[in-house]
């Protein structure tokens, strides 16, 4: 059992401030749409980045926050329990009833990176630190107050003897300093003696306190000398954390130089950043190891203070620790449960491309360097070969075998290729077995495999066929066979599938995704409406800047519940696929071809024919913009197609009618020919809907709204199109019905059909 | 010290009186303007042919309110009750007024249920109600009408609030959409249009549910909506509506007796 990778979480990667956590879509399949530039790619590096742990300078923002890349991934309920060792009785109901675990990576300022498990795991790893933690304070504020008692009464211990000699001085001025010296020796004691009684008696006293201090002091032996190692571990700890802040200080420096100059370079070459590194990293490890000398050295203390031998301390010191710290950490547990992680793998573009021939025992000695041996490998793990298969002595049956080989292959390719060239001819791919003839000496006599992509016109060789052709190829085989080959889960990030694919094949991507879908999670990234799959819409996670007029600003995921707040760009995929324009909608030579403001008016006009059941024979046609109507019109004109133009009452359409009566049409044309112009209440298309529709059907919002609804669309810039088109969608899939509608709608709809009815 | 806690509390009696007569008079002259935003009777003697409005405020000011515009196409007429009464509704009401008259300036297509339609939207968004939990649940019932002045048809609509109708002696009520002016339980739908045929001598009564609800000193009950409707069917046969009016409002007090007033009361009676 493995664990399967069901959302994540990037931090500080690239474009990408916080995505937040973004769940992938639980069948397998994630898509993620959004403009050029939006951070799509960013989010499929991140997650290979959170896989190998290897980042560069150039993923770091600008003000050089490290990366912090999280995921979560399902497992099954108790399998965590069942991977971790002796985990202890609370931790382990804790893993029994987990059914998800997170990981997260973080990387250091040398960009050396540790995985830990986060969330519940950690929060409860985190508690048991806490409690030690919490402990060791408190015995560090009692060492810390016994040390400065002991250090009180070492500086009363020379007041005593500063004062005992005062008195002996003041009684014996002539007593000079050795004779200081001799007062604390017993054979000196006569000089006590001969003090006037007064003096005597206060110097006695001093004595009586002398002793006192000496033995209270005597008994604090053990806890002075681990005060002083405390000082000393201290001091260390300060002065390695000094250190690495100036070392960091320095690799940061590093990396902005790296960043600004945008350029790559060998750090190894260079001395001075390699003695940083190291530096770097032996603080580091200097510093982990004094934290943990400095914790039991506190600990250790503590049960001197209670009075223990220091024996018995070392002894109680081992035990705590056993019972404070959980025998598990964030990093120990991080690092088990990754063995577990899927492979996370970035699809590289014609890196499974077949070549025209390879030597067998390039393939058998699995030589990778030679050219095209993955697409080989990946090739017989298709055909489900074995190197054995080759050792067939009669050339005969292997020549047959090959040939069945070679149909079995080609109709399975064909399942997933549904393009042809001319009528029926479907590409076949075909490989054959040869020797080398006696020209190539070095080579004579051995086996090659040379692979051809047929059809029924041509026998070319791989690297012959077009891009699509080859591109579709070396996808279909790395994926086919990695899903065949896996024995272990594996995430396959895949950057814009099949830019170079015409339509349908984009099409047949999907097909193969769905195919392996059990076997390879996919994560993809694509700007084309042909691999989006509609009926999927639980797939797509939307990519965004922030702000989108600015490529520095910050990248936005948005789960599919929160399409609608997308800027219209960042759906165009989708905009595409729901109620798209369809082919049957284009210019049309016998139907009124009605040009109408744009994509949005489209999708609105497309839901009144739904709604009313008009008959009449209209082709609808979305102008890219208002200002592109005249255009539209002039193409109509040469074209000699029927066309009208439907405008609403917004100022800018009330302008372009000025403008087509004046210069479009020629004098004695009746622009009524041309022209559908509504009630000036109707500033635009969604203003047939009553307040109350758009904002239940459309919007699906409650909130008061006092302007027509193309205002309120303006205003709050809202994706007029993607609103649209989701209105349509949900009318022509039966989700919203005509009776849904309310009267003033419907009267608004009976309104234009009566102007396009009206229209001869 | 006993002579000082008590000039203290003297001075303290007397800057609360002053307090309450401050508020008292702002009261007074709030009361004032409420009125005057309302429709007096030079405007509705030059719209309506025959009226009444029996007004009975709990308060100084009230949640109750009555409403009346026209112009050379039609008039509209409208009783509205908003949720609470005193300052509270006194607030909502002038939002109501001041949202309605915007309405049926700015409207050239008028509907009864369509003035609700964009009433609603205005109240909504005023209160800030959006379904989420924040924003008030405030509301305002109302009954409205529009009469065309060359058809002689009439639109009614209802939130909350019914419309009653009494031609020759035979009373009919029109039943109002259960929903209110601003944010419904689930979600809001679209106001319902009635279209009545009036004919010359047609009695309407819009009204607030103050009367009805009002306890009576005998019987320690709430009058009810269908004994409400026997006293508006008997003062119907009084042929002059200021004589309906009188017979209302004693009826009213006669009913009440020494109990207190629940709510504001508010009957708007009209003959086309």
Redesign the interface.
Known sequence: MYMKLCAFRIRNFRSITDTGWQNLSPDNITCLIGQNESGKTSILEGLRSFYTGSISEDVLRSDLTLPEISCRFNVNNGWLSDVTENPGSELKELLSELTTVELTRNWLPDFSSTIKVSGRISEYLDSLENAWGLYLNEVKAKLEKEIEEINRLKSRLDEIMSLKADIIMRANPAAGKGMVGRLFRKSEGGLVERLPADQKHKFNDLVKEEESVRKTLAGKKEIADAGLKYGALLAGLEETDRKLDDLESKLEEYHQKMTLLLMPMDKTEDPEWTKVLEDFRNNRMAKEKLKSDMEAHIAFSGYLMEGRSPEESQMLTLEAMRRYKSQYTSEMLGRKYFEYCPDIEMFEDFGSLLPNRIDLEDIITGNENVEGYKAARNFLTLAKLDYSFFQQPSSRILKQKIENLNNTLTVNFQDFWQQSIGRNNKIKIQFELDHYSLNYSDKAGKPYLEFWVKDSGERLYPKQRSRGVRWFLSFYMELKASAMRSTKPMVLLVDEPGISLHARAQEDVLKVFEDIKDRIQIIYTTHSPHLVDVNKMHRILAVQRDDLDNLKSTTRVLDPLKLASASPDTLTPLQNIMGNPLPSEGFSANRLNLIVNDTGTFYLISCIIQVTGFKGKISIIPSTDVSSIPLMCNIMMGWGLKFAVLLFGNERERKLEEYLKENMFRPGDKEGDYLIVTDP?FLNAEDLL???DF??HVLK??????VPNSVYMEEKELPRSFLLSRLLGDVRQGRIEPGDF???THENFRYLVELLKGFK | MHGESTYQSEMLAKAGLQAFDEHLSSLRYAGMIQHALMPDEETLSGILKDYFILFLPRDIVSGDFYYAFSNREYLCVAAGDCTGHGVPGALLSILGISFLNEIMQSEKCMKANRVLNMMRERVMKALHQTGEKSGTKDSIDIALCIVSLKTGEMQYAGANRPLVMIRNGELTEYKPDLMTIGLAPVEERAFKNNYIGTRPGDMFYLFSDGFPDQFGEESNKKLKNKNFRKILETASSLTMMKDQKAFLENSFFEWRGKMPQVDDVLIFGFKL
Not at chain 1, 701 to 706: A, D, S, V
């Open positions: 209440r009553s307040t109350l904002k239940n919002t409650r909130e008061g709204i006092t309310d009267e003033e």
